[in-house]
């Protein structure tokens, strides 16, 4: 009863024996606790967690939840019946003996890393099912961050097979393809030799024959493009490498394309002799595919500037024309297969594939792309090839405690201003962004010095594709060692200024970070 009215309550009860001093029970000591708020509170709670188990087995995708270490605490049915394991099982086995040996280790090593800076969890590997067929799945795990801590992660394995094998189909279907119209369009080639013969230019005739040659290079060229995609999806792409004259390469690539082209002049500015160890064909037809996208892209414009330098042991080929330009936010895509900007596809012919093979052949040298572009201002496609197969990054010197300088990096701590001075320097890669970030956080630590300069105006090509690992590893292992300001001089290269607003998260409420641009004054 209470305030007149029966009401239902949840109580807990102690009882306790009271004694006399013989040690003898006298009576009992009941005492009773109202716990009905903590009861009503728990059935609330368990009924929600009945629900949202309800809704993770309704799903048809396999669910999972993990604690802040990684360790599985959650699997729903679907996940359970797929492997036709038990949840304990499941549990004490782990990643290791589901997913294929081949896809391991790079998803282990994403998992970790997304552990350790508190980021999505995206991967795909293949899953071996109860059936003992391999299954490719796309992964995704969010972390439920409270008061700055990770609770739990809550993740989706959802089976892609279906996709990945069309995918597969199409590429073969492409390759078949392929093959199969090179030998009637090698046919109609040798006939319009024929036909050639017999007429001269200046006819009628003569005019549509060197035009339907022109379409028929075209398609030609339509045709190697989706034949090479569909050898690189397969893995399959060869290259014959021997020594080859570089400077020769360029000349000729460059007087072939010239004689192709009345509307555009083609400069040449080359300091490469040098005998260069690659497959000649493959970066002729890198070569090619810039010098034709110059063309294309560039139509109220005449001149195009090819250059060819040698820098730390690097070879560097840039394309530069005058025409259309492409905004920042195309640019680290343009090496996606199939990508077109905008609606181009209805302003100029082809299929995207170009820039994609022609990155590839590139990353099989042991080099690297980037692009330069301003709308309506044109474009400058670069890249770079290692002289010996990969990049060289030297130490220079280093007392291990307050300086180090190297080719790639300068970083010296100024005791009296109390900040870490870092400054990079030329062509960066991984390897090198690495190496330097590592260092850093070396000599930040070893001062106890929280506050660092980047200074990256001197940085000439690409770093983007240490983005990703700036950002899920190097920059939350620096503010959990207890970095406080991170400056960040942006690099005259668009690539690199896209790779430094990605290499550092906005949610470390722990670090100031600012962007700064030097410009250059007379």
Request: glycine share 6%; with cysteine; hydrophobic share 40%.
């Amino acid at each position: 009863m209470r305030n007149g009215e029966w009401d239902t309550v949840y109580q807990n009860f102690v009882y306790e024996p009271y004694h006399d001093e013989n040690g003898k029970v006298q009576g009992v000591i009941a005492i009773t606790i109202d716990v009905t708020a903590q009861v009503v509170a728990r059935r609330r709670t368990e009924e929600n967690e009945k629900r949202f188990r309800f809704l993770l087995n309704a799903m048809p995708q396999q669910v999972w939840t993990a604690a802040p270490n990684g360790n599985f605490t959650y699997l729903n049915e679907v996940m359970i019946r797929d492997f036709d394991r038990s949840f304990e099982d499941i549990i004490s086995q782990g990643w290791e003996v589901f997913i294929h040996p081949e896809d391991l280790p790079d998803a282990l090593n994403r998992w970790q890393r997304c552990l350790h800076s508190k980021q999505q969890f995206l991967a795909e590997f293949r899953l071996k099912f109860s059936d003992g067929n391999y299954y490719w799945h796309l992964a995704r795990a969010v972390p439920m961050i409270e008061n700055g801590k990770v609770s739990f992660w809550l993740g989706t394995n959802t089976n892609i097979h279906r996709q990945k094998v069309n995918e597969t189909m199409k590429d073969e279907f492409i390759s078949i393809a392929s093959h199969e119209l090179k030998t009637p369009l090698t046919t109609i080639k040798g006939f319009f030799q024929l036909i050639k013969r017999d007429v001269t230019e200046q006819t009628s005739l003569g005019s549509f024959v060197i035009k339907a040659e022109r379409q028929l290079e075209r398609l030609s060229r339509l045709i190697e493009d989706l034949l090479d995609v569909s050898k690189i999806n397969a893995g399959k792409m060869i290259y014959n490498k021997e020594l080859f004259d570089f400077s020769a390469l360029m000349t000729d690539t460059v007087e072939s394309i010239q004689h192709t082209t009345t509307t555009h002049q083609i400069e040449l500015h080359s300091d490469c002799s040098i005998e260069f160890y690659g497959d000649q064909l493959r970066i002729e037809q890198v070569l090619i595919n810039l010098l034709n996208n110059a063309i294309k892209y560039s139509p109220g414009s005449r001149k195009i500037t090819v250059r060819c330098t040698i820098e730390n042991s690097n070879l560097v080929v840039s394309v530069e024309d005058l025409g259309v330009g492409i905004a920042e936010e195309h640019l680290k895509s343009l090496f996606d297969r199939f990508y077109r900007v905008d609606n181009s596809s209805a302003r100029f012919q082809g299929l995207g594939l170009g820039l994609f093979i022609a990155n590839e052949i590139v990353k099989r040298h042991g080099g690297s792309f980037w692009i330069e572009s301003q709308p309506g201002d044109g474009s400058t496609f670069s890249f770079l090839l290692p002289l010996n197969g990969t990049q060289e990054f030297t130490d220079k010197a280093t007392d291990h405690e307050t300086y180090y300088e190297g080719s790639f990096i300068r970083i010296h701590y100024r005791e009296q201003e109390a900040y870490l001075d870092v400054e990079w320097l030329g062509y960066q890669n991984y390897d090198s962004v690495v190496k330097g970030c590592g260092i850093m956080m070396d000599l930040m630590q070893k001062n106890n010095c929280y506050h660092i300069l980047n200074d990256n105006s001197l940085v000439k090509g690409n770093w983007s594709e240490a983005s990703d690992w700036g950002a899920s590893v190097w920059f939350p292992a620096m503010a959990d060692a207890g970095l406080k300001k991170f400056a960040w001089i942006y690099s005259p290269s668009t690539f690199s200024r896209i790779a430094a607003n990605k290499s550092l998260p906005s949610d470390y409420e722990a670090v100031q970070v600012a962007f700064l641009i030097i410009k250059a004054t007379r």
